[in-house]
């Protein structure tokens, strides 16, 4: 039997991400989608240039552009290359659901500007105190 061989993390479609700030800076941008997180991000890497080369930001109806906001405000570089998977899911509504659980466990890390998928207000408190929902650096 051969076997295929495993596909990077960044290459697999479906998956929610973590993309760190730079060094001395303790934000990060928590992100999904639908198809791999390589592509994803160098999307949100152009985002950040053209950010620096015209200095506006075009409003998104359905992305998040926290992570361009944060970049324009403080100048500060993200690091694609340190982009952690957190979880995979093709399911759309579970990926959402899974989003919006690592960024409010995160809230007071994250240049999200979006919550993402609005869950019920009485698992706040339980969402918040899950650790394995924290991201550590």
């Not at 552009?65 to 403080?74: D, E, I, Q, R």
Request: with cysteine; net charge positive.
């Amino acid at each position: 039997l051969k076997r295929r061989p495993q596909l990077d993390k960044m290459d697999n479609p479906g998956v929610i991400y973590c993309v760190p700030c730079q060094e001395g800076c303790d934000k990060i941008y928590i992100g999904e989608t639908k198809r791999t997180a390589n592509v994803r991000t160098k999307e949100e890497a152009a985002l950040c240039r053209k950010v620096d080369k015209c200095g506006t930001i075009k409003d998104d109806k359905t992305n998040d552009l926290g992570l361009a906001v944060h970049h324009k405000s403080t100048q500060h570089a993200f690091r694609f290359d340190h982009t952690l998977i957190l979880n995979s899911e093709t399911n759309f509504f579970r990926r959402k659901a899974t989003e919006s659980m690592f960024i409010l466990a995160n809230k007071h890390r994250t240049t999200n500007l979006k919550n993402g998928l609005q869950l019920n207000p009485s698992w706040n408190n339980l969402i918040r105190n899950i650790e394995s929902l924290r991201i550590k650096n």
